[in-house]
C-alpha cells in the first residue's frame, strides 16, 4: 500500500467517522472500502459505454453473430 494525504471538509470527516463506528471498521479500511465501490462503478460504467458503442456492429455484421443459432447447445470434445 501506498501513504496518500487527502484534504476532507469536516463534515465529510466526521461523516466518515460515524459511518466508519457504525460499521466496525476504521478510517482508512471504510475508505479504502468506499474508493474500491466507486472504482467498480467506473470500470462497469467503461464497459457499458463499450458494449453499446459495439452493439450496431453486433446487431449488423452476420460474422459475428455467425454461431449464435447455437447458442445454448451443448459442446462435445
Known amino acids: 500500500m501506498e501513504r496518500v494525504q487527502?484534504?476532507?471538509?469536516?463534515?465529510?470527516?466526521q461523516m466518515l467517522n460515524k459511518i466508519a463506528e457504525q460499521k466496525k471498521?476504521?478510517?482508512?479500511?471504510l475508505v479504502r472500502s468506499m474508493?474500491?465501490?466507486?472504482i467498480e462503478k467506473?470500470?462497469?460504467?467503461?464497459l457499458a459505454?463499450?458494449?453499446r458503442?459495439?452493439?450496431?456492429?453486433?446487431?449488423t455484421d452476420?460474422?459475428?453473430t455467425a454461431f449464435t443459432a447455437i447458442d445454448g447447445e451443448?459442446?462435445?470434445a
Open 6 to 13: 487527502i484534504l476532507l471538509d469536516p463534515e465529510q470527516k
Open 25 to 29: 471498521t476504521n478510517f482508512s479500511e
Open 35 to 38: 474508493l474500491d465501490e466507486q
Open 42 to 46: 467506473y470500470h462497469q460504467a467503461q
Open 49 to 51: 459505454t463499450a458494449a
Open 53 to 59: 458503442a459495439l452493439l450496431a456492429d453486433y446487431a
Open 62 to 64: 452476420q460474422e459475428l
Open 74 to 76: 451443448d459442446f462435445h
